[in-house]
């Protein structure tokens, strides 16, 4: 059963047409990366799936079920949990705070408070300070925990790398394939490309809002990358 | 798994959910709740009794809209509303005969939090200063119905109100004596405060705090909004209605006035003296905006001044309002 599927689907912000017959599909214990420039339209794809911009043409499927009309937290409630660009951490609410609300969606799983403590230790001991009061690997990292706490069936991280210093970075992708050897399915969103080489399978690669190439990381050329990820 | 370098963590900072986790607040709080039942027995002084009685029913109200600016981040113009359906249900139903005490009693609260619960599941999706324009609205038309429909409670002469002798077993005599009412208020106010404080730390209090912080965020992560923001106006029309259950007991009186934006406006003002980050804010506002009311009052008849000098005062300088400034006096932290 897959997870996440798009078939054929055209999105949009408000007149302005983002994504063009997009198609891709993730299943159970896959790990799959999206890539492509700036203002190719990545963001979009999560941002269709979470109901922001309005699904035109095609289908969306979540967990194997045609999704009907998309309100925010379809998703979540399907199994799909997103560590959003910027993090967007509720920085009124204490760390510890901020993960007990992740378990919003009741959904059976491995992953408890003390769990994601142990996963990132930083942040038992840093439980009763201000979501924003943390540095920026911490605030991802409690993103990440805060996702993890709604025992997602897909984790989707969207920029995950963004503003991070290199042995931050290093560290989240040990993260990241410590989840994917668990058998959490992952979603990863980057240019980073290290990052993505060493936690995804496979890419999609989105150029002007459509996928213009598809394959396995092992496959994928730097001339490709130079082609449709360098600036 | 090995987690980051030490050298990334950075200084702790404080928690951003007020300073009141420590036993002492506790303790504190604890000794002003019974110090106020023994209060009526030290102060003899009948008007003054009257006067703080009053004050706490407008603590009730305060407490109300305030809870609704600390938990949804919405400013209420119109609470006077269900302060006014709470005091007009309860004396038309009794004076009337149409149920007896007890059940009108029930209804004078029930109803006004149904209809809160009900209207905000449409008004509470409205944001800023559009939500405040329609709950003014929406008190300014039950108002007029008031005044208008001279069947319902005499128009704006106002409805004299005839209780039974009893209320579940209780005289009813106890309602209306400054003493004993005294006692009555402080003990709703302090179990309204209590229930406040327990629910703002729960999960549902956590959940509409993050609401009002970031609502996009809290849907993402898989919460459905909307039921959150109109729970919390009901719950606030529940303390304004059992205000104006307690005012309707207390004065024997219904009018027009119940309902006036001018009762919504001076509960706002409360709220604000007092601050709203700490539940007990604008309750501490309502005691300080009756005594001031009372004394400016004596003293000329401009009082509505000296309030609104204050009120521009706290503003500009005190903006996390006397709570707020108390909380950080004895927590140590900056002013």
Redo the contacts between chains.
């Keep these: 059963m897959s997870l996440l599927a798009f078939r054929d689907v055209d999105s949009f912000y408000g007149r302005a047409q983002v994504l063009r017959g997009v198609s891709f599909e993730i299943g159970a214990g896959e790990r799959v990366a999206i890539l492509g420039r700036n203002g190719v339209g990545k963001t979009t794809v999560v941002n269709t799936f979470?109901g922001i911009a309005s699904l035109g043409k095609g289908e969306i499927t979540l967990a194997g079920k045609p999704s009907g009309r998309i309100?925010?937290?379809t998703?979540?409630?399907a199994g799909i949990?997103?560590v959003?660009q910027g993090r967007?951490i509720?920085?009124?609410?204490?760390v510890k705070?901020n993960l007990?609300?992740?378990s919003?969606?009741d959904r059976k799983g491995s992953w408890t408070l003390e769990r994601v403590f142990?996963?990132?230790?930083?942040l038992r001991?840093?439980q009763?300070?201000?979501g924003t009061?943390?540095?920026g690997?911490?605030q991802q990292?409690l993103a990440i925990g805060?996702a993890l706490m709604?025992n997602p069936a897909l984790l989707v991280l969207d920029e995950p790398s963004e503003g991070l210093a290199p042995?931050?970075i290093d560290?989240l992708a040990?993260?990241f394939v410590?989840l994917a050897g668990e058998g959490t399915s992952l979603l990863l969103i980057e240019q980073h490309i290290s990052l993505v080489r060493r936690v995804a399978q496979t890419y999609h690669m989105l150029s002007k809002g459509a996928v213009v190439e598809s394959g396995t990381l092992a496959e994928l050329t730097d001339e490709q990358l130079k082609r449709h990820v360098a600036v | 798994m090995t987690s980051l370098p030490e050298k990334l963590i950075g200084a702790a900072a404080p928690r951003p959910l007020d300073a009141q986790r420590s036993k002492l607040p506790l303790l504190l709080a604890l000794v002003v709740a019974v110090g106020g039942c023994v209060f009526p027995f030290v102060v003899t002084s009948t008007l003054t009794l009257s006067l703080l009685t009053q004050a706490l029913i407008g603590a009730m109200l305060a407490t109300g809209v305030g809870f609704l600016v600390r938990q949804n981040g919405m400013v209420s113009f119109g609470h006077a509303l269900f302060y006014g359906l709470g005091g007009y249900i309860l004396g038309v139903l009794v004076s009337r005969g149409i149920v007896p005490i007890e059940l009108a009693l029930i209804l004078a609260i029930v109803v006004p939090t149904v209809l809160a619960f009900v209207l905000g599941l449409v008004i509470t999706r409205i944001p800023g200063v559009a939500f405040g324009m329609l709950t003014l609205a929406c008190a300014q038309a039950f108002y007029e119905l008031a005044l208008k429909v001279r069947g319902l409670a005499n128009g704006d002469d106002g409805l004299a109100v005839t209780f039974p002798a009893r209320i579940f077993g209780v005289p009813v005599s106890l309602l209306q004596d400054p003493h004993s009412m005294f006692v009555i208020c402080w003990v709703v106010l302090m179990i309204a405060l209590g229930s406040l404080w327990l629910l703002m730390r729960s999960h549902y209090g956590l959940l509409t705090f993050a609401i009002k912080a970031n609502e996009e965020r809290a849907r993402f992560i898989g919460y459905e909004t909307l039921v959150p923001r109109a729970a919390i106006y009901a719950i606030s029309a529940l303390l304004a209605a059992t205000a104006g259950v307690l005012a309707t007991f207390y004065n024997a009186f219904i009018s027009p006035d119940m309902l006036h934006w001018t009762l919504s406006g001076s509960a706002l003002i409360m709220a604000i003296i007092g601050g709203t980050k700490a539940v007990w804010g604008p309750a501490l506002g309502a005691v300080v905006f009756f005594f001031i009311k009372e004394i400016a009052g004596d003293a000329t008849e401009h009082w509505p001044a000296v309030i609104g000098g204050i009120l521009i005062v706290v503003t500009v300088f005190v903006p996390i309002g006397l709570s707020g400034l108390l909380v950080r006096v004895f927590s140590g932290r900056r002013a």
């Design positions: 979470l309100r925010n937290y998703a979540a409630r949990s997103v959003p967007r509720i920085g009124a609410l204490s705070e007990v609300l992740g919003a969606v142990n996963l990132f230790p930083i001991e840093r009763d300070t201000s009061a943390l540095s690997g911490q990292m805060r709604a042995v931050i560290e040990d993260v410590r």
